[in-house]
């Protein structure tokens, strides 16, 4: 099992430009989410999903979008990158089974917006 | 929001001395969770304490939570090197709008 993997690993944008974070789960988890982690600063939800072809809003949702075509995929878009979304974004997945909701995260990908 | 804070912000100890973080939280939860952060890597789940539980412990890991001060600590017993991280408290519904703390730096001094 490869767990949770994130593609690309490092980035660098200009502003305004656009790309795609991809994330995927071996686990046949239902629930995937996203979140940004700033330098000292703990994780803030930008956005989730419950089950394929469902998405919700997290803390920090503006200038993100998301979707979840397939369960095992779960990708976030930047569509017009800012040198505020300047971050390390983490993926993470989680079951519901035992109502525990422990969540398993990727490696991360470090996102520069010049 | 939910969320959570850790206490302290930093902590700095020698080998196989204890450690106790904090963490306080603002609404109703089900669960609570801590989790490790090795530098520049990936969140790693540590233990969790379900809303009805007022201790857990697991090898070296003992938590508390208390709902009525809507607080909970992590204690590590006997610290080691391979200690040294940050740890983070989180909280969620029922999976849903998780919400993680600061975090507490651990550095374990051999």
């Known amino acids: 099992n490869a767990g949770v993997t994130q593609t690309p690993k490092f980035r660098v944008l200009k502003t305004g430009q656009s790309m795609t974070l991809l994330c995927a789960q071996d686990?046949?988890?239902?629930?995937m989410y996203w979140y940004r982690q700033d330098p000292g600063m703990g994780l803030r939800l930008i956005h989730y999903?419950?089950?394929?072809?469902?998405?919700a809003k997290g803390e920090v949702p503006d200038g993100y979008n998301v979707s979840r075509l397939k369960k095992q995929n779960f990708l976030l878009g930047l569509e017009s990158a800012a040198p505020s979304q300047t971050s390390v974004y983490f993926c993470?997945?989680?079951?519901?089974?035992?109502?525990?909701?422990?969540?398993?995260f990727g490696p991360g990908t470090r996102l520069t917006v010049t | 929001s939910q969320q959570g804070e850790e206490d302290p912000q930093a902590l700095s100890i020698q080998e196989g001395e204890n450690a106790t973080m904090n963490c306080s939280y603002k609404?109703?939860?089900?669960?609570l969770q801590w989790y490790r952060q090795n530098s520049g890597r990936g969140l790693v789940h540590l233990i969790l304490?379900?809303?009805?539980?007022r201790e857990k412990h697991s090898g070296r890991l003992r938590v508390t939570l208390d709902t009525s001060k809507k607080s909970s600590s992590l204690l590590i017993t006997a610290s080691r090197a391979a200690d040294t991280a940050s740890y983070f408290c989180?909280?969620?519904?029922?999976?849903?709008?998780?919400?993680f703390g600061p975090g507490t730096r651990l550095s374990v001094l051999p």
């Open positions: 304490i379900r809303s009805n539980e």
């Open positions: 993470a997945s989680s079951t519901s089974s035992g109502l525990t909701y422990e969540q398993y």
């Open positions: 989180a909280t969620s519904i029922y999976g849903q709008n998780f919400v």
């Open positions: 686990m046949n988890h239902e629930y």
């Open positions: 999903s419950v089950g394929e072809g469902t998405t």
């Open positions: 609404t109703s939860i089900n669960n």
